[in-house]
């Protein structure tokens, strides 16, 4: 009886850690996720490329695509999502100074979107008239990249010593055409503006530019140039950028796969960027 008892017990044991072996094994392997919410074009399109890379390394990129600046920020300091791809980091320092509960930082920048100025009536800023409008968004945190495209056109004049992220109308000392700047609506709305000829011209951002089939190197009239500042980047709450899935996702997105991946999609119009 005893010696039944005992081999009872002993089955028992084996049976007991082999279930403990068995539940070990499996959250070792178990895929870990990442969820991001990002803009479709081209933000969403480059985070669907990178996760089939990620899924090789056992990370699936769960993407939420969402086209309102407004929400983002808010979805990822709330922690419904784990990262946001849409923004630069200007805007991200002005949300941030807008929202004192936002606590977040830039994993890395991807990729920069040249901001171009569009025309359906003129080639170029020479031929915009005097007294003409420029139409530009009323993102506040891109106003000084706008104007400073514009004195890039030699159609205004900034005080010296202000930079593209700091620059407000009131700092336009010189503006010999008097050309009318006009703030207009949301970013996503300035192609319709384009379309329905608002305006002599109007700044759109590139995204919005490809997603109305304007090609920022063919159809804009005045383009930003690769020193801007205003680099795309993957924002995540602070701390979040030492998490490991988010280091190999900016790996991911630093990769040649990735780069060239961009290079030829988006044929110059965006420009990668390896930091």
């Known amino acids: 009886m005893k010696k039944l008892f005992a081999s009872a017990v002993l089955a028992l044991s084996v049976t007991s850690l082999a279930a403990c072996g068995s539940s070990g094994g499996s959250d070792s392997s178990k895929e ?10 081209p933000h969403a399109e480059i985070l669907e490329e990178a996760a089939s890379i990620l899924e090789k390394k056992d990370i699936k990129l769960d993407v939420e695509v969402n086209d309102d ?47 171009g100025v569009y025309s359906k009536k003129y080639k170029n800023l020479d031929e915009i008239p005097k007294n003409g409008t420029i139409m530009i968004s009323n993102n506040v945190a891109e106003e000084g990249r706008m104007l400073s495209l514009l004195q890039q056109g030699g159609l205004i004049k900034l005080k010296e010593g ?41 700044i ?30 993957v924002a995540v709450k602070k701390g979040d950028e030492d998490r490991e899935e988010i280091k190999e996702l900016m790996k991911v997105l630093h990769s040649k796969e990735i780069q060239d991946f961009i290079k030829e999609k988006y044929k110059g119009s965006i420009i990668p960027v390896s930091k």
């Open 162 to 202: 202000v930079d593209a992220v700091s620059a407000t109308k009131k700092d336009i000392v010189e503006n010999k055409k008097n050309i009318n700047i006009k703030v207009g609506g949301d970013a996503a709305l300035m192609p319709k503006a384009y379309e329905n000829e608002e305006a002599d011209a109007v």
């Open 69 to 115: 600046y407004s929400l983002q920020n808010k979805m990822l300091a709330s922690g419904e999502v784990d990262a946001n791809f849409f923004q630069h980091t200007p805007y991200l320092k002005n949300a941030m100074k807008e929202d004192k509960s936002f606590d977040l930082v830039s994993a890395g920048g991807v990729h920069l979107e040249p901001m």
């Open 204 to 233: 759109i951002n590139t995204n919005y530019a490809i997603g109305a089939d304007l090609t920022p190197t063919k159809d804009a009239i005045e383009l930003e140039g690769e020193d801007s500042p205003y680099v795309n980047i």
């Open 32 to 41: 870990k996720e990442i969820k991001i919410v990002a803009t479709s074009t």
